[in-house]
C-alpha cells in the first residue's frame, strides 16, 4: 500500500491513537521514512500531545479547594448549618434577654423625662402642711419662709386644691418619701419672690 | 479499521460495568438519601478537569473558577436528574461546559473570535510549517513562559477546536464519551481533534523558531525546551 501526504495528514491523529487498519500502519511508516515534511508533522503532533497531556497544563489555582468548599456548604451542609444557626440564635436571644431582666432590675433602661411635666406624678406624703392664708403655697410647720396666719390641711389636700409645695421646707420632705424635684431649683429662682410669704 | 466507534447502547453497557461507575453510582444513592456530604467525595477527582474545561472555555483563570463553582453547585442542585446509563464525569462535564458557555455568552467574550475560527470543518486541514521539531521534554513546562505560550496558542485556537482538545489530550476522555459531553458526533470528535492537533502543531513550530523568543528570557535561536 503507497500513501499520500493528504493521507498521512488525515489520519496522523489516528496514527497516535492507535487506530489504524495494520496495513496503513505500515504504509504511513514507510513513508514517513521518506518525507521530511509528513515526518516533521508527526513530530510536532507528538510534541503537542505530550506537552498539553501533562497534568501541569491545568493545575488548580492556590486556594481553590476551600473556596469551593465555602460556595458549596451553603447548599450541601444546609441541614448543619441552621442547626447550629438556630442554636447561635437561641444563645443570643437568651443572652439579650438576661441582660434585659438585668438592666429593668437596674432600671437603666428608663430614660430619664426631660421635662417637668414628664415627670411621673409624686406622691406627697402623708402629714399635715401649713397654708398661709392668702398664699399659693403650702408649707411644712415651722416653715423659716412662713409668713402671716396660717391653717393646717394634709399635704393630699392642698394639692387638690392647687396649692403648691415650698421648694425650700417641702423638698426634704418628699425626698424622703422617695420623689425627685430635679426642677425645683429652676422654680425656685424663677418665683423667688413669691416663696417667701 | 476503526474500533472505537461504538453507540450510546455501548457506552452505557462500559459505564454500567466499571468498578468505578458503580461505586459512583452507591455514592450518588446515599447522598440522595441525605448524606449530603458526600458530594465532596463524588466530585473531588474531578475539580481539576471541571476547572480545565471551563478554563477552556472562557479563557480567564478566575471566570473558569466562578463558572466551575457554579457547575458543582448546579451538579449539587440537580442530582437527582443524572441518569446513571452514563459516567458521572460526563454528566459533569457536561453541565461545566453548558456553565461555561452561558457565561461566555454573558460576558461577551465570543465577540474576541480566533482568526483560525474561519476554518471550514468540511475542508481538510494542510499544516503549514514543516520545521523539523525536536522531541520537547515534559520538564519544559516547568518553565512559566513556555506553559504561558501553550495556553495562548490552545486560546488562539475556536472554542469547537479548543474543548475537543482539552477532553481528549488533556483529560484523556473518550471519543464517546467526549462526543456525549459535547453533544456532537463521534466523527465531529474525531475531524476536530485531528484539525486541533495539526493547528496547535503549526502554531507552536513558528513559536519554537523564534516567535516566542521575542518575550521572554529564552536567548534568540535556541529551543526554549533545549
Known amino acids: ?197 | 479499521m476503526r474500533n472505537r466507534d461504538s453507540s450510546d447502547a455501548a457506552v452505557a453497557g462500559v459505564a454500567r460495568s466499571d468498578p468505578g461507575h458503580e461505586h459512583e453510582a452507591a455514592l450518588i444513592g446515599r447522598i440522595q438519601s441525605g448524606e449530603r456530604e458526600l458530594f465532596y467525595e463524588l466530585i473531588r477527582p474531578y475539580e481539576r478537569r471541571v476547572f480545565a474545561i471551563a478554563f477552556t472555555v472562557l479563557r480567564n483563570e478566575q471566570d473558569a473558577e466562578d463558572a466551575a463553582q457554579d457547575a458543582f453547585l448546579k451538579a449539587f442542585k440537580y442530582l437527582g436528574q443524572f441518569r446513571s446509563e452514563s459516567r458521572f464525569s460526563t454528566w459533569l462535564i457536561q453541565v461545566a461546559i453548558n456553565e461555561a458557555r452561558l457565561r461566555l455568552r454573558k460576558s461577551h467574550l465570543e465577540i474576541m473570535r480566533p482568526i483560525v475560527d474561519q476554518e471550514n470543518e468540511d475542508g481538510t486541514y494542510t499544516p503549514r510549517d514543516f520545521t523539523d521539531w525536536r522531541e520537547i521534554p515534559s520538564e519544559a513546562l516547568e518553565r512559566k513562559e513556555i506553559r504561558e505560550r501553550l495556553v495562548a496558542a490552545l486560546g488562539s485556537l475556536a472554542q469547537k477546536y479548543r474543548e475537543v482538545f482539552v477532553l481528549r489530550d488533556v483529560e484523556h476522555m473518550s471519543i464517546e464519551d467526549t462526543a456525549l459531553a459535547l453533544g456532537i458526533s463521534a466523527g465531529a470528535v474525531k475531524t476536530r481533534h485531528l484539525r486541533s492537533r495539526l493547528m496547535l502543531r503549526d502554531l507552536l513550530s513558528r513559536g519554537w523558531e523564534g516567535i516566542w523568543t521575542g518575550n521572554s528570557q529564552i536567548p534568540k535561536g535556541t529551543k526554549p525546551w533545549s
Open chain 1, 1 to 197: 500500500m503507497v500513501v499520500k501526504c493528504e493521507d498521512v495528514w488525515r489520519e496522523i491523529s489516528n496514527y497516535f491513537e492507535e487506530d489504524l487498519d495494520p496495513a496503513l500502519k505500515l504504509a504511513m511508516e514507510e513513508h514517513f521514512a521518506q518525507c521530511a515534511h509528513c515526518s516533521s508533522v508527526r513530530d510536532g503532533m507528538r510534541n503537542v500531545i505530550g506537552l498539553y497531556g501533562d497534568k501541569a497544563m491545568f493545575s488548580l489555582p492556590a486556594g481553590f479547594y476551600p473556596r469551593l468548599h465555602d460556595r458549596l456548604a451553603d447548599q450541601v451542609e444546609g441541614r448543619k448549618i441552621s442547626r447550629r444557626a438556630w442554636l447561635v440564635s437561641v444563645g443570643v436571644t437568651g443572652a439579650l434577654a438576661a441582660s434585659a431582666i438585668c438592666a429593668a432590675a437596674l432600671d437603666r433602661f428608663v430614660p430619664r423625662p426631660l421635662s417637668e411635666m414628664s415627670q411621673p406624678a409624686r406622691r406627697l406624703p402623708e402629714r399635715l402642711v401649713a397654708i398661709v392664708d392668702g398664699g399659693k403655697m403650702f408649707h411644712a410647720p415651722g416653715c423659716p419662709f412662713m409668713h402671716g396666719k396660717y391653717h393646717m390641711v394634709t399635704a393630699q389636700e392642698a394639692a387638690r386644691e392647687g396649692y403648691a409645695p415650698c421648694t425650700r421646707c417641702m423638698r426634704d420632705a418628699l425626698r424622703s418619701a422617695g420623689n425627685v424635684m430635679p426642677d425645683f431649683e429652676g422654680e425656685e429662682s424663677a418665683s423667688g419672690a413669691t416663696v417667701e410669704e
